[in-house]
């Protein structure tokens, strides 16, 4: 599936701004091996798989879903302590990303998981965000 990446325009050959790119699509497969090919333990490749099972197609999990560290304790029968532990392993290989929380306002909400392949099982370079 292709979503499109409105906010950025490209530039023609012309110089002026032609369609945007298409951003690339979340895969759930590819993601799915890039997790189990990575040297993560036990417990993290278990909730990253019930991530990918709760997120849209996409690769999002919105804010307030299944993502709370006690629900996937309980989908998993992983003690929360080690719940979080494997969140913040994910968050720190580059297979999930997640707005500080520092910065999260809402603290009675969940925030919300973004599915993302770390640059290492990428078979293209990252978008820069920017103009290619």
């Avoid at 895969?27 to 993290?44: G, I, K, N, P």
């Avoid at 999002?60 to 532990?85: N, T, Y």
């Avoid at 909400?109 to 290492?120: G, S």
Wanted: aromatic content about 6%.
């Amino acid at each position: 599936m292709t979503r499109t990446a409105a906010a950025t325009p490209r530039a023609t050959a012309s110089g002026r701004p032609g369609p945007a790119r298409p951003a690339p699509a979340y895969d759930r497969a590819v993601w799915e091996r890039a997790v189990m090919a990575d040297d993560l333990h036990t417990s993290a490749r278990l909730i990253a798989l019930i991530l990918a099972h709760h997120a849209d197609d996409q690769g999002v999990i919105a804010p307030g879903g299944r993502q709370d560290a006690r629900l996937l304790a309980q989908d998993s029968g992983i003690e929360g302590k080690f719940v979080r532990i494997s969140l913040e392993r994910l968050e720190r290989c580059h297979f999930i990303s997640r707005p500080p929380i520092e910065t999260w306002e809402d603290k009675d909400l969940v925030r919300p998981v973004f599915l993302i392949l770390p640059n290492r099982f990428r078979t293209e370079p990252a978008h820069t965000g920017g103009p290619r």
